[in-house]
């Protein structure tokens, strides 16, 4: 009788103990090195993820899967292998990693990395804690509106003057161009949507196939997500860049880019030259 009165108490600890994984599309999560450095997932949508490494100072892109409190991370390609089609050892070194989901923290359990062309043997013991924590002011989920969003063949503006404005136009297959009128070039990558907020991932400048890899000039790989709401589209802002900005005298709610009404998608796509 006292085993399984024990038996009971164990199984049911567990039971509280274990935690749903929430959806994770749309948010961020960080593992601090430093005050100031850090670690990051982004889980894009409901299977794709963006990790950062600021060690190394390179992503990695993949997909994850969750399973009651544990959350699978697949790696697939590193952000600069496709420069190195011949010298895979300058590749990312790519694998899978298992966390632990509790209370908007995730921990990470078990590891297991591909490496000389087979996968290693799985570490589950490691010298310290890595725990990632949720941003909470990585503002993406919000619900500002119920339809739909769709951005194919249309053109965004975002007025520095009464003349000068910078623009996004976004294509109908995922890719999108914008410029910045301040610098003077422009910028192509790829887009996708989530609710009411639109990830943007810059792949290069216009300008930077002019200068080596490496240098200050290119303007490279970058990312940025814009929430809409009544109709305009607002950069997605910590608390502490709100701050700057109005240090500086500005009003961050007057940061946002409106629908070009006149323009009309020719059919064309607006490409990466």
């Given at each position: 009788m006292k085993k399984i009165i024990l038996l009971f108490c164990v199984l049911l600890f567990q039971c509280i103990q274990s935690q749903e994984v929430p959806n994770l599309a749309g948010t961020k999560w960080k593992n601090y090195i430093t005050d100031t450095a850090y670690n990051y997932i982004l889980f894009t949508d409901?299977?794709?993820?963006?990790?950062?490494?600021?060690?190394?100072?390179?992503?990695?892109?993949?997909?994850?899967?969750?399973r009651n409190d544990t959350i699978l991370l697949i790696d697939k390609k590193g952000e600069f292998d496709e420069q190195f089609p011949n010298n895979p050892e300058h590749r990312a070194l790519l694998g899978k990693v298992k966390y632990l989901y509790r209370n908007d923290r995730?921990?990470?359990?078990?590891?297991?990395?591909?490496?000389?062309?087979?996968?290693?043997?799985?570490?589950?013991?490691?010298?310290?804690?890595?725990?990632?924590?949720?941003?909470?002011?990585?503002?993406i989920n919000c619900s500002y509106s119920q339809e739909k969003l769709l951005l194919g063949g249309t053109k965004w503006k975002f007025y520095i003057t009464k003349d000068a404005f910078n623009?996004?136009?976004?294509?109908?297959?995922?890719?999108?161009?914008?410029?910045?009128?301040?610098?003077?070039?422009?910028?192509?990558?790829?887009?996708?949507?989530?609710?009411?907020?639109?990830?943007?991932?810059?792949?290069?400048?216009?300008?930077?196939?002019?200068?080596?890899?490496?240098?200050?000039h290119r303007a490279g790989k970058d990312e940025e997500q814009l929430l809409y709401k009544n109709e305009k589209l607002y950069p997605a802002l910590s608390e502490e860049e709100k701050l700057k900005i109005?240090?500086?005298?500005?009003?961050?709610?007057?940061?946002?880019?409106?629908?070009?009404?006149?323009?009309?998608?020719?059919?064309?796509?607006?490409?990466?030259?």
């Open positions: 409901d299977t794709n993820y963006v990790s950062y490494d600021c060690e190394i100072g390179e992503k990695v892109f993949g997909n994850y899967f969750v995730i921990k990470l359990i078990w590891s297991q990395i591909f490496y000389m062309n087979k996968w290693q043997k799985p570490l589950t013991n490691f010298e310290m804690d890595v725990i990632y924590y949720k941003d909470k002011s990585f503002l623009y996004i136009i976004f294509n109908p297959d995922s890719s999108y161009i914008s410029y910045s009128c301040e610098v003077d070039e422009k910028y192509f990558g790829k887009y996708s949507v989530r609710k009411d907020t639109i990830f943007l991932f810059q792949e290069k400048g216009e300008y930077d196939d002019e200068f080596p890899e490496g240098s200050i109005k240090e500086h005298g500005f009003d961050f709610k007057k940061f946002f880019f409106i629908k070009d009404e006149e323009y009309k998608y020719s059919g064309k796509l607006h490409k990466n030259p």
